[in-house]
């Protein structure tokens, strides 16, 4: 099997479980990736890592370079691509703390640079994302939460929103009616990205909030740090036991 990447968001900055071996900054056209990438060992697969918003975390999702980062692990010889993120539960079966593998995607944000293929020089292409996502990798990532003994609910149809401010309760209604069981800030264009370079890419998302409406309290980062605290953990138990691919 190919070289791994690991895409980690908000609470997953660093893997500690992650033999570093050496950071490599990657020139590409479109301009900087979120910061050098680090290769290192996990489990004894070569893995290469990049922290989404930066490894301080400074890089807000609607100002994240998706193309220079999935350009960059492409360029290094990455084939496959593990990507975290932290999500907002809106259906009953997403609640605070679990942790699910989406299958489906909605992109609802605006004004990101979301193609390779821009025409002209670099043709007119559309690919099929019917599935999204990439089905070898799912199924990594469900028999390695399985091995690891970290419960994950299989399927949820990921909302991608422009951010960064989060959902008013009108939006989530609507999301909800047209199918969205958790919603995110990253998971677009990212996806799409990977698909027209042809990386095989799934998610792994963990649910640090009830979305907006779907819980009496208000959302405070207080909340969510404490959900991602422990929960983080637990993903990083099933990367360790999903790798090798
Ligand atoms: N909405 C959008 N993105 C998020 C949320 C949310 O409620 N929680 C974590 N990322």
Redesign the pocket.
């Known amino acids: 099997m190919g070289v791994v990447g690991i895409i980690g968001g908000?609470g997953l900055t660093r893997l500690n479980n992650l033999q570093i071996h050496n950071r490599r900054v990657v020139r590409t056209p479109f301009g900087e990736a979120s910061g050098p990438l680090t290769f290192g060992d996990l489990g004894g697969q070569e893995v290469v890592f990049l922290a989404r918003h930066g490894y301080g975390h400074t890089i807000p999702?609607h100002r994240v370079n998706y193309r220079a980062n999935i350009w960059a692990l492409h360029h290094v010889g990455v084939t496959h691509v593990l990507a975290v993120?932290?999500?907002?539960?809106i259906s009953a079966a997403l609640q605070s703390g679990v942790i699910c593998v989406p299958d489906q995607l909605i992109d609802y944000t605006s004004g990101r640079p979301g193609t390779f293929f821009e025409g002209g020089e670099s043709m007119v292409v559309h690919i099929d994302f019917s599935e999204p996502y990439c089905g070898r990798i799912r199924e990594r990532l469900l028999e390695g939460a399985k091995v690891s003994g970290v419960g994950v609910v299989d399927g949820a149809t990921y909302a991608a929103?422009q951010?960064p401010r989060?959902?008013t309760i009108a939006e989530?209604r609507r999301i909800e009616k047209d199918g969205g069981d958790i919603?995110?800030?990253t998971g677009a264009p990212e996806a799409v990205l990977a698909r027209e370079i042809g990386l095989c890419y799934a998610p792994l998302s963990l649910?640090?909030?009830?979305?907006?409406g779907k819980s009496s309290e208000p959302?405070t980062m207080e909340a969510?740090d404490a959900v991602m605290h422990e929960g983080m953990e637990r993903v990083r138990a099933i990367l360790a036991s999903t790798v090798p691919l």
């Open positions: 908000s999702p993120a932290a999500v907002g539960g929103t951010g989060l959902e989530i919603v995110g800030m649910v640090v909030n009830p979305a907006a959302i969510i």
